[in-house]
Structures are given as C-alpha cells and as structure tokens.
C-alpha cells in the first residue's frame, strides 16, 4: 500500500509506470500455452430429390487465413465421400489448395502465389481416404506471413427423399487449424488464453 501512495504522489508517467508494474506482479505469472484457430470448410452435396437421376452440382468455399510470425503449426485434414461412380462421363471431384498470399491491408488475400501451393489435394472420381497434414513453420518460412487463402472447389450430388435406403450424399471434410502460443493468467483461473503477437508493439 505505501509503494501505492508514493506512485500516486509521483509525476505522470512515472507512476504508471510504477503502477502497471505493481498490478502486473499482483497478477501472478502468466502461463505459456496453445492457442488453436479453427476453420471448417466442409460439405455435403444434397438435391430435394426430385429428379430421377440428380446431376452433379458445383461448390466452392474459401477462407482467408492470416499467418504471423509467432504461427508454429497449421494441420489440415481432409477427406471425401463419393457414393457411387457412373464411369467417366460422370465428373465429379474434389481440388483443395493453400496459397501464400500477400495482405492488402485489411486483411484479404492479394497477389497469391498459384504456382507454389503450399497444400494441394485433388479427390478426383472417387474417395479419398482421410488425411492429416501438419505444416511446421518456423517465422511462417518459406511460404511468408501474410495471408494465406484455403480454398475448395468441388462437383458432386445427393438427395434427400427421407428414405434412409435410397438416400446418398457426396461430401467432404476440410478443417484446418492454426497453432500459436498465448499466454493464460491466473486471475482469469488460466481459461483465457491471449495469443502472443498481441504483447508486441
């Protein structure tokens, strides 16, 4: 309490200083733990069941991915569903790519590098068997901080008559997971986690 007062009677910034400081060490020491970032862009193919023989029908889904420096690990898993196949007039596939992009200030991808995916995935025709993929980064090396755009683009069908025996669905499972250190305090009982970067100037 008296260092409490002797900062209050201290001039400007001085006594935040020393006042931030006091709160800090009353706060106990912070823990050092995994944040994860969380992106699904799965799907499932489903017609209203009306036609006969339902044709196969487009999807794409993209989400930008910012990478900072402190980024350890991004782990993707994958996998796909074909139902039946009818030969190879009938086209159906499944094409994942992660591209390295630069940020155009508000963070949306500009200026990707098409030429050097850093994952790609081409389910083509048919199933493809579930996939783990971790990307160890080391200071987002050698694809670049930034933001990083996942995007899936696929051709498949489905219905949905209700009748459990006759009803089949395409699909896929696309999750990915962005790993980066935060720090926990024990005033919030360590079950909030900040990440890092957002201690930096």
């Not at 020393?18 to 992106?39: D, F, Q």
């Not at 683009?153 to 219905?159: E, K, V």
Request: charged share 25%; glycine share 6%; hydrophobic share 35%.
């Amino acid at each position: 309490m008296a260092l409490l007062f002797v900062s209050m009677a201290m001039p400007g910034c001085l006594s935040l200083v020393l006042g931030r400081e006091m709160m800090e060490s009353a706060r106990g020491l912070p823990r050092v733990e995994e944040k994860l970032t969380p992106y699904d862009l799965s799907h499932t193919f489903v017609i209203d069941g009306t036609e006969l023989l339902p044709n196969a029908s487009p999807k794409t889904l993209w989400e930008p991915i910012p990478i900072d420096h402190t980024v350890r690990e991004v782990v993707i898993y994958f996998e796909t569903t074909v139902n039946y196949f009818l030969g190879d007039a009938d086209i159906r596939y499944v094409h994942v790519e992660l591209l390295s992009c630069e940020d155009d200030g508000a963070g949306n991808p500009i200026n990707c590098d098409e030429a050097n995916p850093i994952y790609e995935r081409m389910a083509d025709n048919g199933s493809f068997e579930p996939e783990r993929t971790e990307l160890n980064l080391d200071k987002c090396l050698p694809h670049g901080c930034g933001i990083w755009s996942l995007t899936v683009d696929g051709r498949g069908t489905g219905w949905n008559t209700g009748v459990t025996l006759v009803d089949e669905q395409d699909s896929w499972i696309l999750r990915a997971s962005v790993i980066r250190p935060c720090l926990a305090f024990p005033d919030d009982d360590f079950n909030e986690c900040t990440p890092t970067i957002e201690f930096e100037d």
